[in-house]
């Protein structure tokens, strides 16, 4: 029954893993291109439920719980180093960001 | 067959609303239609046999990792939305063109790929939670409790106004 989805949720995976993508390219809000990245790490969440599903195995679920927890991870520092950054340049605009580069 | 028709129906909620994702300018609009794309993908692992990510896909997901996108947003108040307008129609067209090649890409690989699933699949939380806890991934479950104190402290020190 659930078999049969598991070769669409692979195209939908791709799908919005490429949005996620073009999102990143296109968007000069850093929180934007944040939540594009998050886009892109459930698309393979999902591709990972998917091939678990297609392979009879249990890892893919797994490896979604930890991708999860990094993602939580990630965030959080995320989010604070743009706190941080807005405090001293007053922007959320990516060309602003530029502080490592020499 | 009702399965399918779900799939189709919350597929097509998780693809419109990423659309509204990546098109929309206003961060804040953004934020809530990720929103609406994790609820739709909660609800497609649920249909793939998975309720134990579904759970928490909605509480991990939806329920703490866009609150605090959503706090961050309500804090800093950003107004500015001709920020996005600043890029050349050039690099937008390229963007798009990537995206577009790198779909393609993938799609005829996966187009090619096919694998009949087994049919007795038994992903319920008690299996999952079986493996998760299994002397295979016991480092890895560790790392990452040291990973999550680690960001804990990052993120305070990073957040935290300096004097």
Known sequence: M?????????????????????????????????MCVELMLNAVNLAFVAFSRQMGTLDGQVLVFFVMTVAAAEAAVGLAIIIAIHRHQDTLDLDAFNLLKW | MIDT??????????????????????????????????????????????????????????????????FVLMLLNVKREDSDATQSPGLRGAAILLGGALAFQVGVVLWGYRVTAPAGFDASTVQVARELFSARF??????????????????????????
């Open chain 2, 5 to 70: 028709v779900v799939f189709y129906l919350f597929a097509a909620l998780a693809v419109g609303s990423a659309l509204v994702v990546v098109g929309q300018r206003n961060a804040m609009y953004s934020a809530f239609a990720l929103i609406v794309t994790l609820g739709s993908l909660s609800a497609i692992f649920g249909l793939l046999g998975s309720p134990f990510i579904a759970a928490l896909q909605v509480v991990v997901y939806a329920g703490a990792i866009m609150v605090l996108f959503l």
């Open chain 2, 138 to 163: 016991l480092y890895v479950f560790e790392a990452t409790s040291i990973l999550i104190l680690a960001a804990l402290v990052g993120a305070v020190v990073l957040a935290r106004r300096e004097r």
């Open chain 1, 2 to 34: 659930s078999g049969a989805l598991a070769q669409p949720a692979l195209i939908l995976s791709l799908l919005l893993f490429t949005l996620g993508v073009v999102g990143v390219f296109l968007r000069r809000n850093v929180i934007t291109v944040f």
